[in-house]
Nanobody, 121 residues
Framework: QVQLVESGGGLVQPGGSLRLSCAASGSIFSINTMGWYRQAPGKQRELVADITIGGMTNYVDSVKGRFTISRDSAKKTVYLQMNSLNPEDTAVYYC???????????????WGQGTQVTVSS
């Protein structure tokens, strides 16, 4: 089994910054794509950003230039640096990862439990 544990959420004023972290643990041989999703009240969950095992990144248009995703493969951790936050960024942020638990095992998708980010004055 694999666990993804997020941290770093909280309350921040508009224009402020937060850094989210997500650490993977458990039965892990390798991790392919890691990403961050968010879900605001009454809205569908959306991809915010993801990063491949090779370091290629992808962002939703609304966060380009403000958010930066990165990963430390040795620590099995993915980060999301969020700058210039605005109230529209308020949501529960979820970590996601495609994990292989053995050399010939299939990729399995896992989710974290989510961390609340609230942007308000």
């Amino acid at each position: 089994q694999v666990q993804l544990v997020e941290s770093g959420g909280g309350l921040v004023q508009p224009g402020g910054s937060l850094r989210l972290s997500c650490a993977a643990s458990g039965s892990i041989f390798s991790i392919n794509t890691m990403g961050w999703y968010r879900q605001a009240p009454g809205k569908q969950r959306e991809l915010v950003a993801d990063i491949t095992i090779g370091g290629m990144t992808n962002y939703v248009d609304s966060v380009k230039g403000r958010f930066t995703i990165s990963r430390d493969s040795a620590k099995k951790t993915v980060y999301l640096q969020m700058n210039s936050l605005n109230p529209e960024d308020t949501a529960v942020y979820y970590c996601n990862a495609d994990v292989r638990s053995g050399r010939s095992w299939p990729l399995v998708n896992y989710w974290g439990q989510g961390t609340q980010v609230t942007v308000s004055s």
